[in-house]
């Protein structure tokens, strides 16, 4: 058999469904991402998008099914997983220079009680040489611009050197210049056979970056290669209102029998 | 050089040594006037503070109430400073700017630095507190300090209560009774929604202020009988055990202010019955208690009744599924049998004869199915008899296969979901669809009468017109 | 009136004679105050950061019941006994915080509020109802008794005299929170800054965050006989947001901190001793009086420079 010489998929979800509180839901989703691939998570507002990359990275419990990642549970294989969260999710006023947050991506790897070694300030160096951002190695983090933060974050997930990346609306509220950047850099680790999933909000936009979409509106409603997903029926079906219904009683589910 | 204070926790009972059941009685009589001023001083604070915690609870200040009353205590030594007694308009005026100029450091500072709210919030705590304990212990070091007293105002001491300090006590609970009373559509939009309220015209933050300042006023007036440390319960324990027990303000108010009353009355009770015991710590544990019970038995919110509903629900579940495994088997026949035999349903649901046995008692107990003997069946062995579903289990058992098919084509015709998915997550969905999602549906997917699986769906409408199942009525549903 | 409040300032007096014939009180209790703010500092910069000061100010409530029961309990003043007793009390505030926040519809503020009053309440019960038993009164709770350290048992080591017990103690105490900064100074960092990467990158969040709640209930609990309960929230949170006023890099406030700890302990003593008045108590007015200077007239951003500027902006 071919198949048991070829590595796991980097990310395999079954029957994955999710409801917590009042927030967005995720229902039913199966999905198995081939390695090598940059995907756009596209939907509407309050699609799950970022619950389910949440979900996958263990910070919001599943409800049933499950998540595999390279055929193996996300605790063991967390070392190939790097993590771009929103921007908004942490304090920019904390007391670290850029450096400080690029080394960060090096810490999976050191393990309890060790020191970052020259060679992983060279490595962070050279990962904010690549976002262009060496030049403010030793600044403030409260002092960049919005779209500065953001190649931040994206030096740090370089930092990781992991082979599976998942990032959280990268291009929110960033300059041309940084999207262009972004943009290419997710190219090239692609190319280097990375796989991405990137959650993303602009639709014209999306059809440009991303090789293969992932439509989602509480359900997967479409995943496969850009130029077969993006159609208008498939499109209508994502965007075209929520299922009132579907949330309310995941809602429901939720309280009345949890699934624990 | 060193200097050492007899600080005692304050306590009441210093009156005589007799038992604890004629101490009981001896504060029940109100026959002491300390007894007398200490409940009515306790009824006093518990209403004020209960009014006032309420709406710091809601509006997530509660932590601004205890920086609040640690930010008093420099006002209170320099009220006493004024002329060395204890004056309380003096301490009151002293305490009210001290504790205002502290809400107001902790608003300039957040807003002036980045430093977070929490820190903010512990500078302004224990830094004024500092302040207090530094003007305290010189005014004790003093020679000619007065020693009496002071001290009270750092644990409490409800028997040492005076005439005159029920007098400020009492008006300053009736000037907040009052201005609640008056402004409470005022505060309970201010409390909700800030800035909706700014853009009604209402003066939101001079509401905002107001209610600062009231709320200095009750932490001032309710030090003496409980102490700086510890009055911040008095605000907050009883709002939140009032917040558990109901979702409307007003009753919120009436029941905080009602437990912050019980609180300082059993704080002053137990206090009076040792001769040891403080007050203020009494009347903690005392709101403690009332807020334990209603996080365990709050009819609403309580975990032992959310605990038993869960519990209720999973039993509800078990049922539910043993008369749609019996439906599932008639439906097996085309309807054509009255009954089911024990062990068909067994091997339908691929369990024990024995567990079985058990669902089909919890059915039987609802009133949900009969046994019969099976006519056609020559052993009376149990395996044998005959399961009938009575009118009710009937009805349920059509109920939960319609909810079920309805949902499973809910999820393939609406959200577009494979047909060999939907299953799992309708085994679920089923039992937690109320008669509202039901009619929805049935609407939404035009009042299908088949599942994606080509399987009947019992309708609402067939539903209400056959109370009794038969294989005709079945049928002639088909 | 007040006049008469302010003893008259001598200078001689003031700072003279505790270095001369003092020395021997005076060098104990300012290296004790530099203990307790020192390990209080750097431990309160992460507390700070994880916003958490509340829940520190908590635990410091908290841990009163632990002391006494621990007291009570034990019959002697075993050490191993009072640190288990204020570790206990330490992890299960912050149990009960979350459970309660978590569980039920109170929120998180309510909740610390509610817990750390009833910790203390019942300490406060237990310790003058057992008063035979635990050896701790009210002063002690309330501003804490700094001024007696010089009189407390010696402790000694090969012959040699180290010091009072509770200094060496509070001593190795800030040595070992300084080598746990130094060894885990990584996972404090990212665990305080972004969770989500914390997860992501295998650190147990968990134990970052119990672990560091259990060290500062060991470092409060040393403290709390010297500066007692609520002064000893000051000194948890002044170092670290002084120094985050100056400096944006942790390492440079983490230093900072240590520095502010000798400026405090250090003219808080000559400041109690023109006073008369509680040594602790004196340590904290002068921690809030550097905030209050740096806050206002720090050169790059004081309040008042900022001022300055928008009238100029403004005009």
């Known amino acids: 058999m071919i198949d048991d010489y070829r590595e796991a998929a980097p990310l395999e979800i079954h029957d994955l469904t999710v409801a917590y509180q009042k927030k967005p839901v995720l229902y039913g989703i199966d999905l198995e991402v081939p390695k090598g691939s940059l995907v756009g998570i596209v939907g509407p507002n309050g699609a799950g998008k970022s619950t389910l990359i949440k979900t996958i990275m263990g910070l919001v419990p599943i409800g049933s099914g499950w998540i595999k990642i390279f055929g193996k549970s996300f605790k063991k294989a967390i070392t190939r997983v790097g993590y771009v969260p929103q921007r908004e999710s942490v304090d920019w006023d904390f007391p670290v220079n850029v450096l400080d947050v690029v080394l960060m991506g090096r810490y999976g790897r050191l393990g309890l009680l060790k020191k970052p070694s020259k060679d992983d300030k060279d490595i962070a160096m050279a990962c904010l040489e690549k976002v262009k951002m060496s030049p403010y190695a030793n600044r403030q983090i409260a002092n960049l611009s919005g779209g500065q933060q953001q190649r931040v974050f994206l030096a740090r997930a370089l930092a990781q050197e992991s082979d599976l990346y998942f990032m959280d609306e990268p291009f929110a509220g960033v300059d041309a210049a940084t999207e262009t950047a972004i943009i290419e850099i997710l190219q090239e680790l692609k190319n280097r056979g990375k796989t991405l999933l990137v959650v993303h909000h602009d639709l014209p936009t999306a059809k440009q970056y991303f090789d293969r979409l992932l439509l989602l509106n509480m359900r997967l409603v479409a995943f496969g290669p850009t130029e077969e997903i993006f159609t208008m029926e498939n499109l209508q079906k994502t965007y075209g209102g929520r299922l009132t219904i579907l949330s309310d009683v995941a809602v429901e589910r939720n309280l009345g029998v949890k699934v624990d | 050089m060193f200097f050492q204070s007899n600080l005692h926790a304050a306590k009441i009972g210093e009156l005589t040594e007799t038992s604890v059941f004629e101490q009981a009685l001896r504060f029940l009589s109100l026959k002491d006037p300390a007894v007398r001023i200490a409940v009515l001083g306790s009824i006093f604070l518990g209403i004020n503070c209960g009014l006032l915690g309420s709406f710091i609870v809601v509006r997530k200040l509660a932590l601004v109430g205890d920086a609040l009353s640690h930010a008093v205590l420099p006002g209170v030594a320099l009220g006493f400073m004024w002329n060395m007694t204890k004056d309380p308009i003096a301490i009151f005026v002293g305490a009210t700017i001290a504790g205002l100029i502290g809400v107001t450091a902790v608003n300039l500072i957040k807003d002036t630095t980045k430093i977070k709210e929490d820190s903010v919030l512990g500078m302004v705590l224990a830094g004024f507190y500092g302040v207090g304990i530094v003007l305290l212990t010189m005014i004790q070091n003093l020679p000619f300090g007065n020693k009496s007293g002071l001290d009270k105002f750092l644990f409490g001491q409800a028997a040492a209560l005076s005439v005159s300090d029920i007098q400020l006590i009492g008006s300053i609970t009736l000037l907040c009774l009052i201005i609640v009373y008056f402004f409470y559509k005022e505060f309970l939009v201010i409390s909700f929604d800030f800035s909706f309220a700014q853009s009604t015209g209402i003066p939101a933050k001079a509401f905002h202020y107001l209610l600062m300042l009231l709320l200095t006023f009750s932490v001032v007036v309710a030090l003496q009988a409980v102490g700086v440390v510890l009055v911040s319960a008095l605000l907050i324990t009883p709002a939140a055990t009032a917040y558990l027990l109901t979702d409307r303000m007003h009753r919120m108010l009436f029941l905080a202010a009602l437990f912050g009353m019980l609180s300082g009355l059993t704080g002053a009770f137990l206090s009076f019955l040792g001769n040891d015991l403080p007050t203020g710590p009494f009347m903690v544990v005392a709101a403690s208690s009332l807020f334990i019970a209603a996080f365990l038995f709050g009819p609403r919110y309580g975990l032992i009744p959310k605990f038993l509903k869960r519990k209720n629900q999973s039993y509800q579940i078990e049922v539910e599924n043993t008369l749609k495994a019996i439906y599932q088997v008639l439906e097996k026949n085309n309807f054509k049998e009255e009954g089911v035999l024990f062990d068909k349903l067994a091997e339908h649901r691929n369990e024990s004869i024995v567990d079985t046995e058990n669902q089909i008692n919890k059915i039987l107990k609802m009133g949900c199915a009969t046994l019969n003997e099976n006519e056609n069946s020559d052993s009376n062995y149990f395996k044998q008899k005959l399961i009938s579903l009575t009118p009710t289990g009937w009805t349920r058992a059509c109920e939960i296969v319609r909810n079920h098919r309805l949902w499973e084509l809910y999820l393939t015709n609406e959200a577009q979901y494979a047909a060999d998915h939907v299953h799992e997550d309708a085994e679920i969905i089923e039992h937690v669809l109320g008669d509202d999602t039901v009619r929805k549906l049935e609407k939404m997917l035009n009042f299908p009468t088949r599942d994606p699986h080509g399987k009947l769906i019992p309708g609402l409408k067939y539903l209400e017109d056959n109370g009794t199942h038969n294989s005709k009525s079945a049928v002639t549903q088909i | ?315």
Do not use: Q
């Open chain 3, 1 to 315: 009136m007040i006049e008469n409040f302010i003893p008259p300032f001598n200078f001689n007096d003031i700072f003279i004679e505790p270095w001369t014939y003092g020395f021997e009180s005076y060098i104990w209790i300012f290296l004790m105050g530099f203990f307790v703010n020192a390990a209080c500092g750097l431990v309160g910069n992460f507390i700070i950061l994880r916003r958490m000061a509340l829940v520190g100010d908590a635990i410091s409530h908290s841990l009163l019941p632990g002391i006494a029961l621990a007291f009570i309990l034990s019959s002697s003043r075993s050490t191993t006994v009072i640190v288990i007793g204020a570790i206990s009390a330490g992890l299960l505030t912050t149990i009960f915080i979350e459970y309660i926040y978590k569980t039920s519809r109170v929120k998180a503020d309510a909740a610390i509020g509610i817990v750390f009053s009833t910790f203390f309440a019942i300490g406060v019960i237990l310790i003058t109802m057992y008063a035979d038993h635990v050896d701790l009164d009210a002063d002690c709770v309330l501003y804490g008794e700094i001024g007696f350290i010089p009189f407390d048992e010696r402790a000694s080591f090969a012959g040699i005299n180290l010091g009072p017990i509770p200094v060496v103690r509070m001593a190795g105490v800030t040595i070992v929170v300084l080598l746990l900064i130094n060894l885990f100074y990584k996972e404090l960092l990212v665990t305080s800054f972004d969770v989500g990467l914390a997860n992501s990158l295998g650190i147990n969040t968990n134990l970052f965050h119990y672990g560091l709640m259990a060290v500062l209930s060991v470092v409060i609990v040393s403290a709390f006989e010297s500066v007692g309960a609520i002064l000893v929230i000051a000194m948890l949170i002044f170092p670290g947001a002084t120094a985050s006023l100056i400096s944006h890099r942790l390492p440079i406030t983490l230093g900072l901190s240590l520095f502010l700890s000798i400026l405090y302990s250090l003219i808080g003593v000559h400041l109690a001793i023109w006073l008369n008045c509680s040594i602790a108590g004196a340590m904290v007015v002068v921690a809030g009086l550097i905030f209050t200077g740096v806050w206002l007239f720090n050169p790059t951003n004081g309040l008042i420079k900022k001022m300055g500027l928008t009238r100029k902006l403004t005009k």
